[in-house]
């Protein structure tokens, strides 16, 4: 089954590509296939598609051309980053938030192993999931070479202090990194004024394609090569360029840009209605996003007495696409490192799920989420309460 026809707020983890999109894809995937790298006409042609779609994503974040390196997604650019620090010598403490997305933390936490053996410090965060700035200061010091914290969290949307994060990470002369992958296309910000040196982004994010994402690299800022061989991407990240997936990119870049620059956003309404419904409707509701300074149509919250597992399960058979605030696993039924950090019971955290909505979305979609909850979590708790009554086997 694919998500036609069903009603689909799953957005964080990725989102529907734009109609026009896959139009400015569609001929790169077919005759217009020449190497970019080529010298004859449609090399060039196809190198100068890339160019605009370049310009179109450093638009998008206020960045220079010239500071703007395709990458194959984020997981791919956040590593880069943090491996980067790992080579660059001199310097051997990284900071990264508590929340950060696992393409952070796995690699953070792979740093601290041989050969490299980096110092790691985690930020915690309070209970809306915001870091402290306070914090930071406290952690960084004279050997801390990189500071890594999300712009927006990808659970919660909860929305970082990075500018003030970047200042204190310059002062005591370290870079910054941020992992704009769920913010960028959704709030009107210039990312470069925050002043990070290091920025993440990912198509698919925001109505693009899958397997292409960007690093934005500060001019002037070292960047060791990712991959040697040819001389793409100004000679750090070498191999065939995507001409289809990174025309892609650009055309959702600009799409964003121009949604932005309209301030077309009817999801932040839809989401707090939906709330106010549900709260209405159903008791034992606890609010995981701030919903007056989250990114608009982020809502995540937890349902007393029941699993996330349960409801998303239950809604995915009603034609709904939700997620629970789980780990992005579908394997792993911890519960989330990101509610934890901000202070959840780990009941709670099981107990979450997260609804997160997209410039297409529909008021209307929304209501019909707000008609079927109440009744599925009435039998996801009936269920929870007869799991609690079967005494547990002993191994
Ligand atoms: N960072 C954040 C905050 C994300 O939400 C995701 C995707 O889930 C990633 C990084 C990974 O991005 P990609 O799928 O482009 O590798």
New binding site residues.
């Given amino acids: 089954m694919n998500e036609a026809g069903r009603i689909y707020f799953d957005n964080?983890?990725t989102t529907p590509p734009a109609p026009e999109v896959a139009e400015a894809m569609r001929p790169f995937l077919a005759g217009d296939f020449a190497n970019p790298s080529a010298l004859y006409r449609g090399g060039q042609e196809n190198a100068e598609r890339i160019g605009l779609a370049r310009r179109g994503v450093a638009r998008l974040i206020g960045a220079d051309e010239r500071e703007i390196i395709f990458t194959s997604?984020?997981?791919?650019s956040?590593n880069w980053v943090l491996y980067n620090a790992a080579l660059s010598g001199g310097r051997r403490r990284i900071i990264v938030s508590a929340i950060e997305?696992h393409?952070i933390l796995e690699p953070a936490r792979a740093l601290t192993q041989p050969p490299f053996n980096l110092e790691l410090a985690i930020l915690p965060v309070d209970r809306r999931g915001i870091v402290d700035p306070a914090q930071l200061r406290a952690a960084i010091d004279g050997n801390t070479a990189l500071v890594s914290v999300?712009h927006a969290n990808?659970e919660t949307g909860a929305i970082q202090p990075v500018r003030e994060l970047a200042q204190i990470t310059h002062e005591a002369g370290a870079l910054f990194h941020t992992?704009a992958?769920?913010s960028a296309g959704k709030i009107p910000l210039t990312l470069r004024e925050i002043g990070a040196d290091f920025i993440?982004l990912?198509a698919?994010?925001l109505h693009g394609p899958k397997g292409i994402?960007a690093l934005f690299c500060r001019e002037g800022v070292r960047l060791r090569p990712l991959l040697t061989g040819g001389s793409q991407e100004y000679g750090l990240r070498a191999g065939t360029s995507n001409t289809a997936a990174i025309v892609g990119f650009g055309a959702a870049a600009e799409l964003a840009a121009r949604a932005l620059a309209a301030g077309d956003c009817p999801q932040q309404e839809i989401v707090a209605a939906l709330w106010k419904r549900l709260c209405a409707d159903i008791t034992g509701l606890h609010l995981n996003t701030s919903l007056d300074s989250a990114l608009p149509g982020y809502l995540n919250f937890s349902v007393e007495g029941a699993e996330g597992e349960t409801l998303m399960m239950y809604l995915d058979m009603e034609g709904f696409s939700v997620a629970t605030g789980s780990a992005?696993s579908a394997r792993d039924l911890n519960p989330s490192h990101v509610l934890l950090a901000m202070g959840r019971t780990p009941e709670l955290a099981r107990g979450a799920l997260r609804v997160t909505l997209s410039r297409y979305n529909t008021a209307a979609e929304a209501a019909r989420l707000a008609d079927v909850l109440p009744p599925l979590v009435a039998r996801a708790r009936e269920l929870g309460t007869r799991m609690r009554a079967v005494p547990l086997r002993e191994a």
């Fill in positions: 964080a983890a997604g984020a997981t791919e956040n997305h393409a999300m990808n992992d992958v769920q993440s990912s698919h994010k994402g992005c």
